[in-house]
């Protein structure tokens, strides 16, 4: 995806998100961080984009304090986390990475009042049951190479604070 169109999402415009800085890097990416409107010391955002602006990979990194566990679960974050992934994730895989958006975005703590209109089907109660993990914090890492896209999502240690990073790398050259 272009990063101009990517600035065209539900990302940028629901979550407001606005440049902070470039950086070029050694193999001639350029590397564009990015801040959200609201909540911007739990946030980081960073996109790496070819010569021709092609994104190449997309990361967040959300405080896990602010993201919640699994007590309860910050609807904002959840609804970025999701977003960003649906933005991010390259379009011929959009299709296999709709169970990783429906995951995150049903994500809810044991103590959150969650109220469905209907059940949850059993496929939805075990899918991705390892992602759900580790954006809970209660497990490390969880990955999946798409046909164009690898996804990696893992709770890591970033500036001194306990961090869910998600970052979407292209599989094209």
């Given at each position: 995806m272009e990063y101009s169109r990517?600035?065209?999402?539900?990302?940028?415009?629901?979550f407001h998100f606005t440049e902070i800085g470039r950086r070029p890097q050694s193999s001639g990416m350029m590397e564009i961080y990015l801040k959200?409107?609201?909540?911007?010391?739990?946030?980081?955002?960073?996109?790496?984009?070819?010569r021709a602006e092609g994104v190449h990979e997309g990361v967040l990194i959300l405080d896990r304090d602010w993201i919640g566990g699994p007590m309860t679960v910050n609807p904002f974050g959840k609804d970025l986390a999701k977003s960003f992934v649906e933005a991010v994730i390259h379009p011929d895989d959009k299709e296999k990475a709709s169970a990783i958006v429906s995951t995150i975005?049903?994500?809810?703590?044991?103590?959150?009042?969650v109220h469905y209109i209907h059940e949850k089907s059993e496929k939805q109660?075990?899918?991705?049951?390892?992602?759900?993990?580790?954006?809970?914090?209660?497990?490390?890492?969880?990955?999946?190479?798409?046909k164009k896209s690898?996804?990696?999502?893992?709770?890591?240690?970033?500036?001194?604070?306990?961090?869910?990073?998600?970052?979407?790398?292209?599989?094209?050259?």
């Open positions: 990517l600035k065209e999402t539900e990302l940028f415009s629901f959200p409107g609201g909540f911007q010391e739990f946030i980081d955002v960073a996109m790496k984009v070819d975005w049903n994500l809810s703590g044991s103590k959150d009042d109660a075990e899918q991705l049951e390892t992602l759900t993990s580790v954006y809970y914090g209660t497990e490390k890492c969880f990955s999946l190479e798409l690898k996804l990696l999502v893992e709770n890591v240690e970033d500036v001194g604070r306990s961090r869910l990073r998600i970052v979407i790398s292209s599989l094209e050259a």
